[in-house]
C-alpha cells in the first residue's frame, strides 16, 4: 500500500461490543474516507471526514481525523452482526487527486 | 440508476493468455480508477483517468497491464501475458470530481490464472 499504515487487520468480536480501527498515513492529508465492503461486492463510502471537523458521527458510526498525528479512527458502538465487513480507510493525494487505500480491517462480529 | 458495471464477473485465464476486463462508470463521472485486490496487498492502484487523461499508470503495474479510456462511459483494463500472480479481484470505480470525493465502485471482476 502507498499509504495508510492500517496493517492487514482481521478482529473478531461480540455482537453489541465497540470497535475501534485505527489508521495513520505518512503525508498530510485533509480528507479522509471510509468504506465498508461486503463480501463479493465493492467498497462503499460510509463516511467521510475533513480536517476541519476532527469528529464526524453517522449513526452507530463515529470517525475521527487528527492531522497533527496524522491519523484518522473508525468506531463503531454496539457493534451488530451486519456490521461485519472489510472496513479500509482511503485519502486523496493532493496533486493528482487520486485516491489511495489502506490494507483493510476484516470486522468479524459474532452473535 | 446504473452504478458502476464490470463484466465480466469471472475470468479464467492460462498463463501467457492476454485477457481483457471491461467497466462503463457512472454516467457523468469524470474520473475513473482501477485497482487489483488481493488478501495480502489490499487495494492498490493501477490507473486513473481524469476525463479520459491518463493521470496514473500503477508504476510496478506498467509492463503487462494497460488501462485505457476510448470514451467517458467505457474503459478496459488489458493484461498482457498473464501469470498466476495475477490472480485478484480487479475493481473498477468512478467518481464525479472536483470538489466530491465520494469513490463509487462495481462488483468486481474476479480473475483467476492457472
Known amino acids: 500500500s502507498q499509504w495508510g499504515e492500517e496493517n492487514l487487520q482481521a478482529l473478531s468480536i461480540q455482537e453489541g461490543e465497540d470497535v475501534t480501527m485505527n489508521c495513520s498515513y505518512k503525508?498530510?492529508?485533509?480528507?479522509v474516507h471510509w468504506y465498508r465492503q461486503d463480501s463479493g461486492r465493492g467498497p462503499a463510502l460510509i463516511i467521510l471526514?475533513?480536517?476541519?471537523?476532527r469528529e464526524k458521527r453517522s449513526g452507530r458510526l463515529r470517525a475521527t481525523l487528527d492531522t497533527s498525528s496524522q491519523s484518522s479512527s473508525l468506531s463503531i458502538t454496539a457493534a451488530q452482526c451486519e456490521d461485519t465487513a472489510v472496513y479500509f480507510c482511503a485519502r486523496g493525494w493532493s496533486n493528482t487527486n487520486k485516491v489511495v487505500f489502506g490494507t483493510g480491517t476484516r470486522l468479524q462480529v459474532l452473535p | 440508476d446504473a452504478g458502476v458495471t464490470q463484466t465480466p464477473r469471472h475470468e479464467v485465464a492460462e498463463k501467457g493468455q492476454t485477457i481483457i476486463l471491461k467497466c462503463e462508470p457512472v454516467s457523468g463521472h469524470n474520473d475513473l480508477f482501477w485497482y487489483r485486490q488481493t488478501k495480502i496487498q489490499g487495494l492498490e492502484l493501477l490507473s486513473y483517468f481524469r476525463s479520459k487523461s491518463l493521470m496514473e499508470d500503477g508504476g510496478a503495474f506498467k509492463d503487462r497491464f494497460k488501462a485505457e479510456m476510448l470514451n467517458s462511459s467505457f474503459s478496459t483494463l488489458k493484461i498482457q501475458p498473464t501469470e498466476p500472480k495475477d490472480s485478484a479481484v480487479y475493481l473498477c470505480a468512478s467518481r464525479l470530481g472536483g470538489r466530491v470525493t465520494e469513490v463509487f465502485f462495481g462488483k468486481g471482476t474476479r480473475l483467476t490464472v492457472v
Open positions: 503525508t498530510y492529508t485533509t480528507v
Open positions: 471526514i475533513r480536517s476541519n471537523e
